[in-house]
């Protein structure tokens, strides 16, 4: 047996000896191995669209997919215990070098869950993006939510960054 199996078998038998990490609800509310924000548990998903984005001709466009169910807000919510209203969104991204390293801080962002938070407004509890701004929509909207916008990428890159997302290694 080598030494990466040993390892696997000793990290195995931890968990059943129930000196494993915590379960995911404990993880989620407290964090685990670095800095966690509020986010709800979602999911993170994205795909290519062989279609361009205005300002970036001739490029793929990265779809990115957020789902989020309705849930129970946790202790690092405004309300813990009172619902809240889930969301699907997508976000769009160039499928060109800068695009594919933001799409890989906006995956450990997800991980780390700062993207996405509960918040209260008129209608309830709801989750909504964070302080990291994402392009929901491919042209038509305004500055801030579409395309063109040759600045995106660095702007977000540096939002990642101050918000403790570093390059993964």
């Known amino acids: 047996m080598g030494s990466a199996q040993s390892s696997n078998k000793l990290y195995c038998n931890q968990y059943l000896n129930g000196q494993g990490p915590p379960p995911l609800t404990q993880q989620a509310d407290e964090g685990l191995n670095g800095t966690y924000g509020a986010q709800p548990l979602g999911q993170m ?27 129970i807000q946790m202790k690092k ?12 969104i997508w976000a769009y991204l160039p499928e060109n070098h800068e695009g594919r390293k933001v799409l890989k801080l906006l995956d450990k962002a997800f991980r780390q869950q700062v993207l996405f938070t509960v918040s209260t407004n008129q ?19 305004t500055k801030t939510d579409s395309y063109p916008d040759a600045d995106y990428l660095k702007m977000l890159c540096c939002s990642l960054i101050g918000q403790t997302v570093n390059f993964p290694s």
Not at 60 to 70: G, H, I, P, R, Y
Not at 77 to 88: D, E, F, I, L, S
Not at 123 to 141: F, M
């Open 123 to 141: 209608h309830g509890e709801d989750v909504i993006t964070s302080v990291i701004p994402l392009k929901t929509q491919t042209e038509g909207g």
């Open 77 to 88: 919510h405004p309300h813990p215990g009172q619902p809240y209203a889930g969301m699907r």
């Open 45 to 71: 998903t994205w795909v290519i669209l062989h279609r361009d984005l205005p300002g970036f001709p001739g490029v793929n466009t990265l779809q990115v997919n957020f789902a989020f169910s309705d849930g």
